[in-house]
């Protein structure tokens, strides 16, 4: 079992940065890929970015290529993922996931944290 719980989630304006963390507990996070998704209101889950789970192999949608950042520290059972100019279509709720390999569906991911909310006011 692993349990994932994302913070770094509110409110910015258009064009500035957040930084989402996703901590790990359980097994260790090493074992997984991780996956970031978001869900605006109304639509589907969408894939975001996902990292390999030794690092060595990032894939990100193309909406967030060049702003977006996914690393991960397995030493500290932690998965970032660095927003920089953001944009009022970024606003959703964003989910870390951990699963077998860089998936692009969300229901190939194991296990999920509860989200949290970003918010980008234009």
């Known amino acids: 079992q692993v349990q994932l719980v994302e913070s770094g989630g509110g409110l910015v304006q258009a064009g500035g940065s957040l930084r989402l963390s996703c901590a790990a507990s359980?097994?260790?996070?090493?074992?997984?890929?991780m996956g970031w998704f978001r869900q605006a209101p109304g639509k589907e889950h969408e894939f975001v970015a996902a990292i390999s789970w030794s690092g060595g192999n990032t894939v990100y949608t193309d909406s967030v290529k060049g702003r977006f950042t996914i690393s991960r520290d397995n030493a500290e059972n932690t998965v970032n993922l660095q927003m920089n100019s953001l944009k009022p279509e970024d606003t959703a709720v964003y989910y870390c996931?951990?699963?077998?390999?860089?998936?692009?569906?969300?229901?190939?991911?194991?296990?999920w944290g509860q989200g949290t909310q970003v918010t980008v006011s234009s």
């Open positions: 996931g951990a699963g077998l390999a860089e998936f692009r569906n969300w229901t190939q991911y194991a296990y």
């Open positions: 359980g097994r260790t996070v090493s074992d997984y890929a």
